[in-house]
């Protein structure tokens, strides 16, 4: 096992810390917007793929925001996902206004500045097994419209089963009430991008239910947990390839996947396998484990193909597929849930998430 780190910036100012393990697999995560920005494994015939999206440096990163924002490899906070209306949050018995991202009142991902804009302070906190790095981040008071001021660290690790661990520890450092609730952002594509979307990737989830959501609203979920069986949500059943129902959705709303899928009624003690994804062309496959309720599948409906990456991979519409495991959205302003997300002087917020990945 190794650690270095590395300079992500031309001025030296933004850092990546090279992960790495005995089998030669690599996990490279950067203290901007504590996110990943490769993941290189070795397939079954000896081939280095590079297996997440995003780009080679800080400067370029930069640029891509430009074109477009997918979010690729960061954490994203404090909140993830859609909360609606942004104009009403109520925390701590008072009226939040949070900045809207999407049309009509409805706040994305943390704001307009969130978590994965941020520069975290970034450290070795092991080079032994399994190999990791600690990322903190201290949001001040009253950031994007959120209350209260909270700490949150990251942790990432990289073991010799080719396994990556995320740890999330927040707290709030001054304030009654606040509401957090992280989640990662990686984009993954089990070819290295050789297919250009996902199509042919296939896909189980451990998930019968999915939240339902608004008529009007699309993406905003009504705290009604439905079934998915006979629907297009059904990947517990039988295993099947995205291809077959991705370009079955209105192109004009969803395109493809963006649901939030059920795992449990709320946090667990234990990580459960969520999600498992695998690759006929290149023998690899994702397994994805978490002690949260919620997992969001997002299909990448919406990237922009003006997006050109590493390798000079260029992205769009379904490239690749994100696993965002996380508490249920919008639980701020669904009763049964809100407690889920609130966060108090004295509490320790907590969430794990293991991505594994191995050869078929």
């Known amino acids: 096992m190794a650690v ?33 920005t490769r993941f290189v494994i070795t397939d079954g015939s000896g081939k280095d793929r590079d297996i997440v999206a995003g780009f080679d440096s800080y400067e370029k990163w930069q640029a891509s925001l430009k074109i477009d924002d997918p979010y690729f490899g960061a954490t994203i ?44 302070s970034g450290e ?30 990251v942790i990432f690790s990289l073991g010799e089963d080719n396994a990556m661990f995320i740890e999330y520890m927040g707290r709030l450092v001054e304030g009654v009430e606040t509401i957090l609730n992280p989640t990662n952002h990686t984009y993954w594509n089990l070819t290295g991008f050789e297919e250009p979307t996902i199509h ?65 009624d709320q946090p667990t003690d234990d990580l459960h396998e969520v999600a498992c994804v695998w690759s006929e062309t290149s023998g690899l496959r994702l397994t994805v484990l978490t002690d949260q309720p919620a997992l969001v599948m997002y299909t990448g409906n919406w990237i922009s193909d003006q997006l050109v990456g590493k390798n000079g991979v260029r992205y769009g519409n379904y490239a690749a597929v994100a696993f965002e495991p996380q508490r249920f959205p919008n639980a701020v302003n669904i009763p049964k849930f809100r407690s889920q997300v609130l966060l108090h002087p004295g509490d320790v917020f907590k969430h794990r998430s293991v991505y594994k990945v191995d050869r078929i």
């Open 4 to 36: 270095i780190s590395q300079a992500f910036s031309k001025d030296g100012t933004i850092d990546e810390y090279v992960l790495s393990n005995a089998s030669g697999t690599r996990l490279q995560v950067t203290n901007w917007g504590a996110r990943i």
């Open 200 to 264: 042919n990737h296939v896909c189980r989830l451990h998930a019968d239910r999915y939240m339902a959501t608004m008529s009007d609203h699309i993406m905003i979920p009504t705290g009604e947990l439905a079934p998915v069986a006979g629907t297009m949500l059904d990947f517990s059943t039988r295993p099947r390839k995205y291809g077959e129902d991705v370009e079955k959705f209105d192109k004009n709303t969803l395109r493809g996947y963006d649901h939030i899928f059920v795992a449990s």
């Open 77 to 120: 906070g404090r909140v993830a996902g859609r909360i609606y209306p942004c104009d009403k949050v109520d925390v701590a018995g008072s009226n939040c206004v949070l900045p809207e991202i999407q049309p009509n009142r409805v706040c994305l991902h943390g704001g307009r500045e969130g978590f994965d804009k941020k520069v975290w």
């Open 124 to 153: 070795t906190i092991s080079k032994s097994n399994p190999a990791s790095v600690r990322f903190t981040y201290v949001s001040p008071d009253g950031e994007e419209g959120f209350p209260g001021k909270v700490e949150l660290a």
